[in-house]
Structures are given as C-alpha cells and as structure tokens.
C-alpha cells in the first residue's frame, strides 16, 4: 500500500492564515490610498478601479471556465480582485477603459494563469501588467490628472506634471529644481500621479495594518526605504541643486505603494529574512539607479519586476534554518 503526499503550491500557510482572509487584509490596507485617491481624482478614480476589478475577475472566471475547464474556480479567494484594485492603483485616474481591460488581460491571464494560477507566477501581476501599458502605451500611462481641479471629469480631465518628471527634467538639463509640491502635500496627497501612490500617510497606515495584522514583515519595506534614502542621499550630497533630498525621494511616486504591497507579494518574494533585505536593497538601489540615469521618472515597477526574477537565487543561498537544527550542529 503506498501513500500520495500531496503538495499544492506556495504559499503554504498553517493555523488560522487563509488565502481569502489574507487578501480581505490587504484589501482593507489598502482602503485609505484608494479614498484619498477618490478624494483627489474623483469620478475617474471610481471608473478605473470598478473597469480593473471587474475585469480581472471576470478574465480569471472566464479562463478557468471556459479555457481550463476546471471545476473548483479560485475567483472567490480574493486574489483577482486585489490584483485589480493593485492594478486601478497603478495607472492614472483618466486611463481609457479598453487599456484597462488589456491590463487586465495581461494580469491574470500572461501574469497570474499562464504560470499555473496563484502560487506559481513568477512576476507581480499587477506590477507585470502596469510595466506592459507603460511600454505599449507609454503617451496614456504618463498623463496625470490633477488633484480637485479632475475630480468631476473622467477622459477630459485637467493633466499636469508630476513631482518625479519634474525632478527627471532637472536632471536630464541640470537647472535648478524647483516647482516641487510642499512636504506636507507630497504627505497628504496634494499632488499628481497614479491613484494609490499620491498620499503617503495612507500608505503607511496600511502598512501599520498589514504588521498588526502580521499578514507582512517589516524586512522588505524597511530595507527598500533605507536603501533608497541612502542612494539618493548620496546624489543630493553630491549636487543638492539638482537632486531631491532623500525624503521627497521616499514620498513621491509609487515606491511605498510598490515597497508596502507589490514587493511583499508572498510568491514572488524570498523566504528568508535574510533574503528579504537583500531582495529590499536590490528594490531601492535599482529605483533610484532607474529615477536617475533610465529613460522613465519611475523605476519601482521595473525594480520589483527585475528583483522578481532573482528571488529563486536568493531563496537558493539564502535558505531559512531547517527546522530542528542546531547551531553549530551537523
């Protein structure tokens, strides 16, 4: 008689940690950046998350009823709609809707399917999905509403520039850099960009939620936050003219949004702690190589993309302790 050991795939949570509560967590950390966002962009914030969540449930629904024929369908665990609010959180608040929906596609069915469904991706979905419309169409993904002035208008809304093109053209002319918002609006929301990445202080209270909650750790956050206020302090030393100071490098564009909810993905993340600061280090001193000499203002996305693919690397050098061994011991 033999036994079957059966072994699905990560994450491989035990006690009272399942799938669906933990993506309701995050759903719920995510709340305060997406009602800021609602605040600033209005209507069109309300468009872009129903177009995405819509649309990556229903693809999800659609390939593994129609295409994978199978029986037990995964769209209940919460996964397809955290990648879609992940996914409306990505992209500016007057995107098209079609260019959703292709987002969308790219999310859950090239992303998150193709490798096996949720446990098997290699990449962040969302974050997959948001470095494919940037690249195809980089016009509609780099035009930003403003904050109140868009809030009742949707595809006709008022666009303007962001912190991160302004700090890019001061360093591609090496003029002075001004016409930056205050500290105080760069905290609060009070600024252009993607939906979920203009508040900072909701953020971080997501992430607070996320550690009571004991869904994350602090390790990948934390190293990603330290990494790049050390690399882009070290630019500001070098020219402050021409570079921001660290601090306006941690609270504009998307690096807390990647860093608190995309880089903390459980798949695409190491196991270790251990594996987890290098992977954060690799995350900040990639952003700031990528904000400061590559061709786009942003370079979270990329930086978490790039990292993704070194994670079975690090997870191979940097093993957790085997359960039961001794330090010093055989």
């Known amino acids: ?154 595809l006709d809304a008022a666009t303007g520039a962001t912190p991160l093109s302004v700090m890019k053209a001061a360093i591609k002319s090496g003029a002075p850099l001004d016409h930056l918002p205050s500290t105080m609006d760069m905290f609060f929301g009070q600024m252009g960009g993607s939906l979920g990445e203009v508040s900072a202080i909701a953020l971080l209270l997501g992430f607070a939620y996320l550690l009571f909650r004991k869904v994350i750790t602090w390790h990948i956050p934390i190293a990603i936050f330290a990494s790049v206020f050390v690399f882009s302090g070290i630019f500001y030393l070098i020219n402050p003219a021409v570079y921001a100071n660290p601090l306006v490098e941690l609270l504009v564009g998307g690096l807390m949004l990647g860093a608190i909810f995309m880089a903390t993905d459980y798949v695409s993340s190491p196991m270790s702690k251990k594996g987890m600061l290098v992977f954060g280090c690799g995350i900040g001193f990639l952003t700031v190589a990528i904000r400061t000499w590559g061709a786009y203002p942003e370079g979270v996305s990329f930086a978490i993309l790039i990292m993704n693919a070194f994670v079975p690397l690090i997870d191979r050098y940097m093993k957790p302790r085997k359960f039961g061994h001794k330090k010093g011991g055989k």
């Open 1 to 154: 008689m033999s036994n079957t050991l059966t072994i699905s795939p990560s994450p491989h949570l035990h006690g009272v940690f399942q799938t669906r509560r933990l993506m309701l967590d995050v759903v719920i950390a995510l709340l305060p950046a997406w009602l800021v966002g609602l605040y600033f962009f209005g209507i069109g914030a309300l468009i872009v998350t129903l177009v995405s969540i819509v649309s990556c449930v229903g693809i999800e629904y659609l390939l593994q009823r129609f295409l994978l024929k199978k029986k037990e369908l995964t769209i209940t665990d919460g996964s397809a709609l955290v990648t879609g609010l992940l996914l409306a959180m990505n992209v500016p608040s007057n995107l098209p809707w079609w260019i959703i929906v292709i987002g969308a596609i790219m999310a859950i069915g090239v992303g998150k399917v193709s490798f096996g469904g949720l446990g098997n991706n290699l990449f962040n979905p969302a974050l997959f999905a948001r470095a494919f419309l940037l690249v195809s169409f980089p016009v509609q993904m780099t035009t930003w509403p403003e904050p109140i002035a868009s809030r009742l208008h949707y």
